[in-house]
Each structure stands twice: as C-alpha cells, then as structure tokens.
C-alpha cells in the first residue's frame, strides 16, 4: 500500500516539474507505474529499456533508478540518478515522496553530476554566443545561472569562475540583442554605390583604407587585471576590442568582437568610452575610424 501511494504522488509531482519534458505515451508511462506498484521491478525495466532514449522523461528514469534500488542495485540505480539530473538539471524528488535513504542518495549524486552539467551547459551557451546567435545564447545562459543559483550547486568553489563568466556572457548577448533592435534598416533608396561613396562623411574608415591617416593616441588608460579567483589568476585569455573614432577623437562606441573575460570586459568597455585621439584624417578633412586592439590578459609571471 505504502508503494502505491508513492507511485500516485511521484506521478503528480514529476509531471508539473517537468513540463517541458520529452513527451511518452500514457500507455508506457501507465505500464511502468503499475509494473513498479505491484513490485515488478524487472518488468518495469525491461519496459523502460523498451522506449527509445528521445522519448525518455524524467518520470520514467525516476521509476528507473527506483526499481534498481527496490532491486539491490545501488550503483546502476546512482547512474540512473545522474541521468535524471542530466535531463533535467533543475528537477529535484520531492522529499515527502520517497524515504530519507532515497533522499539523500539523488542529492549526494546531484551534487556530484551538477559540475559536470554546468559545464557542458556553459559550452553550449557559449558555442551559440560564438555563432552570434544571441538569443539562444542569453537562454541557455541564464537556464545555466539558474542551475549555479541551486542550493545543492552553490559552495563548490570550481563553479565560482562559471557563473561570472556565464553572467558576463549573458550581459554581452543581452547588449547585441538590444543594439540588433535599435538599428533600423537601411534604406533601400540608398545604393551600393552611395555606401561606398569616400565622399560620404558618415562612412567609417579602417586600416584597409590606405589613403587615411590613422587617428593617433593621446590618452589611452588600460584598467587594471587584477582576478579575484585562482583559475583567472592562472590562465591566459584573449580577445578583440573594437573602438569607433569620431572627427573629434572621441569613442562614439566600443564593444568586444571577441570576448576575452566578461567581467573584465565590461570594464574595459567602460574605460575605452573615455579614450582620446587625434582624429582620423583623408586629406586633412577628420573621418571616423574603426580601430582594432588585440587584447591579451596574461597570468602573472
């Protein structure tokens, strides 16, 4: 009796935690739970072993791991455990549905697997990010905080340089898609030849143009890189600064075409804003210019 109320209550909880899950037909999902209730456990396996891998859902792994427990199989049930945290990193068993043992098992291997999804989260988010891709960026980004917020991952000290860079990240994808939406098309009276035109005193210059002098440095104050963290301190990272110069020799804009260390990026981009130059010139007329720095942030010797 006790078995078949844990199962009735599971069910309830699993489905409103995993909404967005991979979606099983009732009949499996049927099957297992009364396979697993009248203590079947074999039969409820072989049944889950029946079901291809994309249709698989977190109630289904759950009853998974439960069987191998009811079976004796602590091992094979801790790995069906970590498969849960894997397809849902966020979903946690409710304590009142299964005994304290149980409990505390999936939370000894939900601490240990949580690192390893975090990573694999911050590869993802940041592959999109390097595809430009932003808005797919800016949501795995943030499922990953998300994840590094829980309870259960907070304290492991191996996470503390993720979550900075995921949130650094995640300001830069928020800051394209913005700028994406502010800048209005181009007009389609405009030709080809008109944007090309060297006349047009809006055009932005680059070291391709020869026939431009580039703008010269008067005030150029690099901020200070000073990480907090060991894994910052002793690794080597690398980035692409992009400033636009006005005919004043001002910065108009900045931003990182190539990321080198968020934190530390949203920094740079505050200092470079107050650069000073001596403006660009064709001719002797000044012209805005794009310059290009290479940025390098070296673990001390």
Do not use: H
């Not at 069906?80 to 291997?109: C, G, H, N, Q, W």
């Amino acid at each position: 009796m006790i078995a078949l109320v844990f199962a009735v209550a599971f069910i309830g909880a699993a489905a409103g935690a995993q909404s967005d899950a991979p979606t099983v037909s009732l009949s499996d999902l049927d099957a297992v739970k009364s396979l697993y209730t009248a203590a079947e456990y074999e039969d409820a396996l072989q049944r889950i072993a029946k079901i291809a891998p994309a249709d698989l859902t977190i109630s289904l792994e759950q009853y998974r791991a439960l069987s191998l427990l009811a079976l004796g199989r602590g091992p094979e049930a801790e790995q069906a455990f970590a498969d849960m945290v894997r397809l849902a990193p966020r979903y946690r068993i409710p304590e009142a549905d299964v005994s304290p043992r149980v409990s505390a098992t999936y939370k000894a291997v939900r601490q240990r697997v949580l690192p390893s999804v975090a990573r694999e989260l911050y590869e993802q988010g940041k592959a999109s990010f390097d595809r430009k891709d932003f808005a797919e960026a800016s949501e795995q980004l943030k499922d990953l905080l998300a994840v590094l917020s829980d309870s259960d991952a907070e304290g492991q000290t191996d996470l503390g340089d993720l979550k900075l860079l995921a949130d650094g990240f995640v300001r830069l994808a928020d800051l394209e898609i913005a700028m994406a939406a502010r800048s209005a098309p181009p007009s389609p009276s405009k030709s080809p030849e008109s944007v090309a035109d060297t006349t047009n005193p809006t055009r932005v210059y680059s070291a391709s143009d020869t026939s431009v002098l580039p703008p010269i440095e008067i005030d150029r104050r690099m901020p200070a890189w000073a990480p907090s963290s060991f894994m910052a301190r002793n690794v080597e990272y690398s980035g692409i600064l992009e400033v636009l110069i006005g005919e004043t020799g001002t910065v108009e804009s900045a931003g990182m075409s190539r990321p080198a260390f968020p934190p530390y990026d949203q920094t740079l981009l505050t200092a470079a804003k107050s650069w000073k130059f001596k403006p660009a010139t064709q001719g002797g007329r000044p012209v805005k210019y794009r310059l290009t720095y290479s940025i390098v942030l070296a673990p001390a010797r």
